[in-house]
Nanobody
Framework: QLQLVESGGGMVEPGGSLTLSCAAS????????MNWVRQLPGKGPEWVAIIKRDGVPSYYVDSVKGRFFISRDNSKNMVYLQMNNLKPEDTALYYC??????RGPGTQVTVSS
């Protein structure tokens, strides 16, 4: 059974950093592109970053380019999102997902002074 579990969210002041982690299990992780997606308050989901099977990032939404960095460790079935210089508009529920729509419950990130 495919399972994705995120961690690492929290409350941080503007300009701060957080690293989100996603633990994957129940499927052949090495064969899947992985995504970080965020659900902004009152809005639909927004794809934040995508990473290929070989660990090469293939997409960042414009608003996070140069601040967020996606990575993965195929030996540990983990995908990460390093978030730097966080802004209040980054406040959202962040979750990892596969391209076929499987996703975890998410971890809340709140950026506020």
């Amino acid at each position: 059974q495919l399972q994705l579990v995120e961690s690492g969210g929290g409350m941080v002041e503007p300009g701060g950093s957080l690293t989100l982690s996603c633990a994957a299990s129940g499927f052949n992780f090495n064969n899947y592109e992985m995504n970080w997606v965020r659900q902004l308050p009152g809005k639909g989901p927004e794809w934040v970053a995508i990473i290929k099977r070989d660990g090469v990032p293939s997409y960042y939404v414009d608003s996070v380019k140069g601040r967020f960095f996606i990575s993965r460790d195929n030996s540990k079935n983990m995908v990460y999102l390093q978030m730097n210089n966080l802004k209040p508009e980054d406040t959202a529920l962040y979750y990892c997902a596969t391209l076929d729509g499987s996703r975890g419950p998410g971890t809340q990130v709140t950026v506020s002074s």
